[in-house]
């Protein structure tokens, strides 16, 4: 019995130095660590913002189609009253003096209305047809479209599928061009026009092909989805990017502008700016391919700034920081914009 005491004595000693010996995980400081980095990269930075145009414009087309349409059957309904009023004025009357029939005078006078009814159709269809390539000729000269762009062009715009694009750039702090030319832009266009909401395009995508050599991460994607639900889609992209700013400092949406005063941080740490664009097309599949190298984006940017006028529906422009002495830590970077890839 002793024996047995002693040993059993002697095996729990010897597993109670084991214990002792093995080094105990640093999970507690691990966790230190995370909790700091979170709260050094609370303080973001702030944005711009300008944009404008609707989905709706799409149904508008459709309608407007459809009432030229009904339009052009009241007409037609229209053009067959002459007629009618020839018949109806064809009259029956007896010239004694020239001894004329009364079954004479009703063809004659049936006759030429007759011949004048076909002579205006006629002449009517020609002068339609001459339009239509005229209308067409001056159209494809005025947009420059080649006849690859033309080929399912009005299946496009008129059916209910839409695209929603999005092409996010990261560039270097050193492009302190891309804030100050957006910036100036935004204050210039009226984005409540379909004209201007064509220049803040056009013009953002230049002030980025200007500063290429800037370029070091980006993100895409483009999906088409059905009108009725392209305009929510939209603005749940608008505010997630919304939702990386600790606020709009410029703001231009729909012609509204409103401007805050901000103060830069003195920060040498700063590294990087975020240029979003936010693009809904009239076009009925996705935009992009695959993008990896500069030379793909530069692609992709030139695409969409030579779409047709009539193609754009819907444009939000916004770019972090939003003043040109400001930039995003490398720890903002990574923590607001974890999924943008690295171009090669």
């Known amino acids: 019995m002793l024996q047995k005491t002693t040993k059993l004595f002697l095996t729990t000693v010897a597993a109670i130095a084991t214990i002792n010996t093995i080094e105990t995980p640093q999970i507690l400081n691990t966790s230190n660590s995370w909790l700091t980095v979170q709260t050094e990269v609370q303080a973001r930075s702030s944005g711009g913002r300008s944009g404008g145009g609707s989905f709706s414009r799409g149904s508008s087309r459709s309608s407007s189609k459809s009432s030229s349409s009904s339009s052009g059957s009241r007409s037609r309904s229209r053009s067959s009253t002459p007629s009618r009023s020839y018949n109806n004025s064809s009259t029956y009357y007896n010239n004694n003096s020239r001894n004329y029939s009364s079954s004479e005078n009703y063809y004659s006078s ?4 007759v011949n004048i009814f076909f002579g205006v159709f006629f002449f009517g269809i020609f002068g339609i047809v001459i339009f239509a390539i005229i209308y067409n000729i001056l159209k494809s ?17 008129n059916n209910d599928i839409v695209t929603i694009s999005h092409l996010q750039i990261a560039l270097l702090a050193s492009a302190t061009d891309v804030q100050s030319g957006l910036t100036e832009l935004s204050l210039r266009v009226d984005t409540s026009t379909e004209e201007g909401l064509k220049e803040l395009l056009q013009e953002s995508i230049l002030i980025l092909l200007r500063n290429s050599d800037y370029w070091t991460h980006h993100i895409h994607s483009s999906q088409k989805i059905h009108i009725d639900q392209a305009e929510a889609k939209f603005d749940s992209l608008s505010l997630e990017e919304r939702s990386k700013l600790s606020e709009e400092t410029l703001s231009n949406m729909g012609g509204n502008i409103r401007e805050k005063t901000v103060t830069s941080p003195d920060d040498e740490s700063a590294m990087y700016i975020v240029v979003t664009l936010l693009v809904g097309t009239a076009h009925d599949k996705p935009l992009f391919q695959e993008i990896r190298t500069p030379d793909d984006l530069k ?4 695409n969409l700034g030579s779409m047709p006028s009539d193609y754009l529906l819907k444009f939000e422009l916004i770019w972090s920081p939003q003043t040109e002495n ?7 970077f990574i923590m607001e914009y974890t999924n943008m890839v690295e171009l090669v």
Do not use: F, K
Request: proline content about 0%; overall charge negative.
């Open 326 to 332: 400001d930039s995003l830590t490398y720890d903002e």
């Open 141 to 157: 000269a005025l947009s420059g479209n080649n006849s690859n762009h033309s080929v399912g062009y009005n299946r496009e715009i």
């Open 299 to 302: 692609q992709a940017l030139n």
């Open 110 to 113: 049936g006759s030429r209305g």
